[in-house]
């Protein structure tokens, strides 16, 4: 079973040299620790930056350099900062390569909740939802089930959608999973993980063909 740091490494195996990504909140902040070092990528925060570097070293942090979750960041050489209008225009203008997200349900077609628990205090809906409506490739980064032990991969979402048919794969503390059109495909099972707990953990229609390998992380 992986924890947070691990389900990042398994995610950073996904980016590709050249690609354009953007971080959501949560997990997916820390897959810029874990990219390969032999591949450019450049990572674009909605907040205004283009070119995040991995987190900083304690003492080494800059309150002035964060990325849309607030935490403190580092940039890398040629990096730019620029306004939210101009962070939009790059997202909605579809020159993202990859966006990994968090959220709290994905439905086996794919859709997808991360924005809000009704009945609890949100600032408001933030960038998720003209990512989710402009990726190409959206993975995302979550627990399987949540602390009650309850599915967070169902057939249909309980709670208000971010997206629609959007989320391409998923990576959890148990497996990794593609969506397609017939539901979720198990491709990987985390180390130690048996395909029976997976099976146990997902309410949603799970597919499972032939030998599942163990993550390579």
């Not at 570097?53 to 890398?76: H, M, R, S």
């Not at 991360?114 to 993975?139: C, H, Q, T, Y």
């Not at 032990?149 to 959890?172: A, E, F, R």
Request: charged share 20%; with cysteine.
């Amino acid at each position: 079973m992986l924890d947070k740091t691990g389900i990042a490494k398994r995610i950073a195996q996904e980016v590709q040299d050249g690609y354009y990504v953007n971080l959501g909140i949560g997990i997916p902040t820390l897959v810029a620790n874990y990219v390969r070092d032999d591949i450019q990528v450049e990572f674009q925060s909605e907040n205004g930056v283009l070119g995040m570097g991995p987190f900083p070293f304690e003492g080494e942090e800059d309150a002035d350099i964060i990325n849309a979750g607030k935490q403190t960041i580092t940039t890398l050489p040629g990096a730019s900062f620029f306004d939210s209008a101009l962070s939009f225009s790059m997202i909605r203008g579809q020159h993202v390569d990859l966006t990994i997200l968090g959220a709290m349900e994905v439905a086996q077609n794919g859709d997808i909740a991360n924005w809000k628990i009704p009945g609890r205090m949100v600032k408001g809906m933030g960038g998720a939802m003209d990512l989710v409506s402009s990726a190409e490739n959206i993975i995302v980064a979550m627990m399987h089930t949540n602390k009650h032990g309850d599915s967070k991969l169902l057939k249909q979402c309980s709670l208000p959608l971010t997206g629609v048919g959007c989320v391409k794969k998923i990576v959890t503390n148990l497996a990794v999973l593609e969506v397609t059109e017939q539901g979720f495909k198990l491709l990987e099972r985390a180390p130690g993980v048996s395909v029976d707990q997976i099976i146990e953990a997902t309410e949603g229609k799970l597919i499972v063909v032939g030998n599942i390998p163990e993550m390579n992380i």
